[in-house]
């Protein structure tokens, strides 16, 4: 099936301004900003004359050097979809957010030091249709354009698989698997009603984010304390476990990948390869089909720079019998085969890692076991 993408000059004009004079379940999901053939999202244009929303980034240097989305991120919303957002303080059938990746580039300029745009380096969009993807969360939909290795963007993406992208939005996003908490643009237009325009209020802010979040402390640092005695066969202390992963004793464990794969997540870059090595433990609960792995279960996998060169490790072992929201795994995240110091991630509870790692009902594990390969 193809939905026709409704952007001419001409009809894409007629069809938004039908749009914005009907109600919101009368107008707003007639109009549609993007075409599928045979599957596949073809790539949008015109999307910079779209509504503007935001620019976030979470550069390397504010993350340990290991931020897993470290460029700029430009967001754009179609614009009837930003008119239903004002009008219901919903996300219509249809909703579509572009998100056009830029390099972090110079660190200065004439007006000081700070984070300043590169050149384009990527094209991703999201998709709310309840009618192509009734089976996903929320029913929305993730896909790249990005073709590593090019300078031209991909033509056509497959949706990403469910527990790349979904659980992530579904347990940190504020509004229906968006981030409306990191874009004051859309937090000021919810539900404001039909017909006003908020970037006409005079009203701001004298002090704080505006978003009710405090700035103490990161995603990242440990939510729990890591126990002195956690049972479990390897060192848990930063100088120690570094010293362990160096050694190399964990490629004794049984049950190991026997070849790299491309990365699916932020261990690395999306595609570069990692390897993974699992200790009897979490192995055999796995093929047991345990609802909570053991106490003791260990995984660690390598992360491989794009020549294939061993540039660090991430880790997670369970520390307690219960899971406790994730509370009772230890997440580790090294960046770097020579630094201790280069630690994306340790410790107990570490949000960051949560919230990608709690899918299903695997126990906070998403590799996929039995290995592939």
């Known amino acids: 099936m193809k939905k026709h993408f409704l952007y001419s000059l001409f009809i894409g004009f007629a069809l938004l301004t039908t749009a914005c004079n009907n109600s919101a379940t009368d107008g707003y999901s007639e109009v549609s900003y993007y075409t599928f053939t045979d599957g596949e999202l073809e790539r949008p244009t015109g999307y910079r004359t779209w509504v503007y929303v935001g620019t976030p980034t979470t550069p390397n240097d504010m993350n340990n050097g290991k931020a897993p989305f470290p460029e700029f991120h430009n967001v754009y919303i179609d614009p009837v979809s930003y008119d239903a957002w004002k009008e219901t303080g919903q996300w219509r059938e249809g909703t579509i957010l572009i998100k056009e990746l830029v390099s972090v580039d110079s660190k200065a300029a004439a007006s000081g030091n700070g984070y300043f745009m590169g050149n384009f380096i990527g094209l991703e969009a999201t998709i709310k249709s309840k009618e192509l993807f009734p089976n996903e969360p929320g029913n929305w939909a993730y896909f790249s354009f990005t073709n590593p290795g090019s300078n031209q963007l991909k033509n056509t993406a497959k949706a990403f698989a469910t527990n790349q992208c979904n659980s992530c939005h579904d347990a940190s996003a504020q509004d229906d698997f968006v981030f409306t908490q990191y874009y004051p643009v859309l937090r000021e237009a919810k539900n404001i009603g039909k017909g006003v325009n908020p970037e006409n209020s005079a009203k701001r802010q004298s002090s704080g984010n505006g978003s009710g979040m405090t700035s103490e402390g990161s995603e990242w640092d440990p939510t729990a304390p890591t126990p002195s005695d956690a049972g479990v066969d390897i060192p848990l202390e930063k100088e120690a476990l570094f010293a362990y992963l160096n050694e190399g ?125």
């Open 249 to 373: 004793s964990y490629r004794d464990f049984a049950t190991q990948e026997k070849e790299k794969h491309p990365s699916l997540g932020p261990h690395t870059k999306i595609g570069l390869p990692v390897k993974v090595y699992m200790n009897d433990a979490i192995a055999n609960s796995l093929a047991e089909n345990k609802q909570q792995h053991p106490k003791g279960s260990i995984i660690v996998k390598e992360m491989f720079d794009e020549s294939g060169t061993l540039s660090g490790w991430a880790v997670m072992a369970k520390t307690h019998d219960d899971t406790d929201s994730g509370k009772g795994w230890f997440w580790y995240e090294v960046t770097s085969t020579t630094d201790a110091n280069s630690i994306a991630a340790m410790g107990n509870g570490v949000t960051g890692c949560i919230t990608c790692h709690n899918i299903g009902n695997r126990d906070m594990v998403r590799t996929s076991y039995p290995f592939q390969n």
